[in-house]
């Protein structure tokens, strides 16, 4: 009977873990998608997209930087592109 106390226990926590995590991966992709639209409502200009792109640079796809897991730097270069043709990435230029 304890056995399938710790397996149901476990088996919850994984669940909330997993639902917790989606809820990230959403709010990531919820916040790059904000600050696209935010460079194209001030209409891609080079500016605003530099620091932009400065920030992500610095904080998100540094490769030596060790405060953000590397399946987070995934994550947001697989939804990178999607976003910005989402918000009119095509404009830019």
């Not at 476990?10 to 989606?22: E, G, M, P, Q, V």
């Not at 490769?63 to 697989?78: K, M, V």
């Amino acid at each position: 009977m304890s056995t399938m106390k710790k397996l149901r226990k476990k088996t919850t926590s994984s669940i909330y873990f997993r639902l917790n995590f989606n809820c990230l991966l959403q709010m990531i992709r919820n916040m790059l998608h904000e600050a696209l639209i935010v460079v194209r409502k001030l209409g891609w200009k080079a500016g605003p997209l530099s620091i932009l792109v400065q920030v992500f640079s610095e904080f998100v796809m540094n490769p030596n930087s060790d405060s953000i897991p590397d399946g987070l730097r995934i994550h947001f270069t697989d939804i990178y592109l999607d976003e910005l043709e989402k918000t009119g990435g095509e404009q830019v230029g």
